[in-house]
């Protein structure tokens, strides 16, 4: 399916209307995965005219995302990735963790932005930065493109690396979401290290149940935002 390839538009009307110079895009992957982090990238990009095929990471083939990665990792201006732990999300809650993230990846930048494209329509990042949401931003903005694929790219490595140790959750092909291999060894063998444990999954596993982390922080809970995707086995 054709689809409009992403521009500066939003960038430059940020440029425009607050003086700002550097403007980071960032968005994020393993938000709804069961194993492994929630992976962060931040990417700033300039007005330069981006490699060809450069969309939403879910909209290119494994293939050419991978391709596409290392193209944009030497041609964006400069990119970082931060993560927040399975231990992490289970102990501050999907939106903490996923600003936890953001943070770290925009720490890790060798500039810092005066102002972050955010993909979708929450505000996880706030105060001190100054963030404009976009909705689809990884389709319709270069710089928040951009961090989706190299996010995507660099945390499905990262899962592809467990498939060693834990041959039968089929991380390498699955990236730590649900998939039918991931439930069925689930259910055999239980969770790993590297799983959410405090996710509704578990509760479709009475043999594993008694592992489920309960999150005791009101602060941690009220930030918590629908990130806890619960599905039937």
């Known amino acids: 399916m054709p689809y ?8 430059r009307s940020i440029r425009a209307t607050t003086g700002a110079k550097i ?12 194993a492994g982090p929630v992976t962060v990238c931040a990417a700033i990009t300039g007005l ?8 939403d990471s879910k ?14 990792e030497q041609w964006v201006t400069a990119h970082a990735l931060g993560h927040a732990s399975p231990e992490e999300i289970d102990e501050l809650g999907m939106t903490a963790a996923l600003r936890l993230a953001a943070v770290r990846a925009l720490d890790a930048l060798p500039v810092r932005p005066d102002a972050v494209i955010l993909d979708g329509k929450h505000n996880y990042l706030g105060s001190p930065w100054q963030v404009r ?9 270069v710089a928040v493109a951009a961090a989706s694929v190299i996010a995507k790219v660099r945390r499905d490595a990262m899962m592809a690396e467990l498939r060693s140790e834990f041959a039968d959750f089929g ?8 998939s039918p291999v991931h439930k069925a060894a689930l259910e055999v063998l ?23 982390k309960v999150r005791l922080s009101a ?10 995707l619960g599905f039937e086995f």
């Not at 409009?4 to 960038?11: C, D, G, I, K, S």
């Not at 403007?23 to 069961?34: L, M, S």
């Not at 991380?171 to 649900?178: H, L, S, T």
């Open 4 to 11: 409009e390839p992403p521009t500066h538009t939003v960038e």
């Open 23 to 34: 403007v980071a895009g960032v968005d994020e992957v393993g938000r709804g995965a069961w």
């Open 48 to 55: 330069r005219r981006p490699p060809a095929g450069l969309t």
């Open 59 to 72: 909209l290119i083939s494994p293939k050419r995302r991978t391709e596409l990665a290392g193209l944009l």
């Open 133 to 141: 949401t976009v909705i689809k931003g990884d389709q319709s903005c």
């Open 171 to 178: 991380f390498d092909a699955n990236a730590g979401y649900p």
């Open 190 to 212: 239980g969770p790993t290290p590297y799983h959410r444990l405090s996710w509704a999954y578990l509760d479709s596993l009475p043999q594993w149940r008694h592992l489920k």
């Open 219 to 228: 602060e941690a809970a009220a930030l918590e935002s629908g990130g806890q």
